[in-house]
T-cell receptor
Framework: AQSVTQLGSHVSVSEGALVLLRCNYSSSVPPYLFWYVQYPNQGLQLLLKYTSAATLVKGINGFEAEFKKSETSFHLTKPSAHMSDAAEYFCAVTPAGDMRFGAGTRLTVKP | DAGVTQSPTHLIKTRGQQVTLRCSPK?????VSWYQQALGQGPQFIFQYYEEEERQRGNFPDRFSGHQFPNYSSELNVNALLLGDSALYLC???????????FGPGTRLTVL
C-alpha cells in the first residue's frame, strides 16, 4: 500500500536559514506526491505536487521539492526561511483519490 | 472564484447525538472527499463522492455516512457520536476522483 513517512515532527530554523522538511514514500508504482501547509486553525493549502512530469517541482511561496526515486524521497526545501513560514507541513501520496498523509512536521522560525 | 466552503465552523455535541457537516466544492469541481484530522495528527481519509455516489471509503465505521447533491455539494453525517469523534473535519474538492484536491477551512467538532 502507498504511504508516506515524515522524518522529524518538529523542525526549528532561524529566519533566513535553509528549510529542509523530509518525506519518504512507499509505493510500488510511480506515485503522485504532494506537500500541503496548514496554518493554525485553518485548512490545508497546496504548496506543490509531483505528477512525474519533472523531478524538481517548484511551488508557491518559494518552496520546491525534488523527487528522488533511488531514495524514495520527496523532501521539501526553501533557501531562506521567513517568519510567515511557521506552520504545520504535510506530505501526502494518492493512489487513486484517497490521499494518505504523513503525521506532519511543525516548522518553527526563530527571529 | 470561490474556494471550498464548509459549515458550520465550530460545533459542540454530546455523546450519542448525531451531527451533519456541509461542504460546497470549488467552482467547477465535481468530486468531494472528506477527512478527519485529530489533534496533532495528519488527516485521515473518510470517503469520496462523485456523481452522487460513494466511490471510495477509508477505514471508518458505518456511523459515518455521506451524501452528494446534484449541485456537487456534500454532507457528512456522523451518528451515535463518541468522544473520539472530536476532530477537525476537512472537505476537499477536485475535478474528477484522481485530480488534485483543494481543501476547505474545516469544521471543528467537539464531543462532550
Amino acid at each position: 500500500a502507498q504511504s508516506v513517512t515524515q522524518l522529524g515532527s518538529h523542525v526549528s530554523v532561524s529566519e533566513g536559514a535553509l528549510v529542509l522538511l523530509r518525506c519518504n514514500y512507499s509505493s510500488s508504482v510511480p506515485p503522485y506526491l504532494f506537500w500541503y501547509v496548514q496554518y493554525p486553525n485553518q485548512g490545508l493549502q497546496l504548496l506543490l505536487k509531483y505528477t512525474s512530469a519533472a523531478t524538481l517541482v517548484k511551488g508557491i511561496n518559494g518552496f520546491e521539492a525534488e523527487f528522488k526515486k533511488s531514495e524514495t524521497s520527496f523532501h521539501l526545501t526553501k533557501p531562506s526561511a521567513h517568519m510567515s513560514d511557521a506552520a504545520e507541513y504535510f506530505c501526502a501520496v494518492t493512489p487513486a483519490g484517497d490521499m494518505r498523509f504523513g503525521a506532519g512536521t511543525r516548522l518553527t522560525v526563530k527571529p | 472564484d470561490a474556494g471550498v466552503t464548509q459549515s458550520p465552523t465550530h460545533l459542540i455535541k454530546t455523546r450519542g447525538q448525531q451531527v451533519t457537516l456541509r461542504c460546497s466544492p470549488k467552482s467547477g469541481h465535481d468530486t468531494v472527499s472528506w477527512y478527519q484530522q485529530a489533534l496533532g495528527q495528519g488527516p485521515q481519509f473518510i470517503f469520496q463522492y462523485y456523481e452522487e455516489e460513494e466511490r471510495q471509503r477509508g477505514n471508518f465505521p458505518d456511523r459515518f455516512s455521506g451524501h452528494q447533491f446534484p449541485n456537487y455539494s456534500s454532507e457528512l453525517n456522523v451518528n451515535a457520536l463518541l468522544l473520539g469523534d472530536s476532530a477537525l473535519y476537512l472537505c476537499a474538492s477536485s475535478l474528477g476522483t484522481a485530480d488534485t484536491q483543494y481543501f476547505g477551512p474545516g469544521t471543528r467538532l467537539t464531543v462532550l
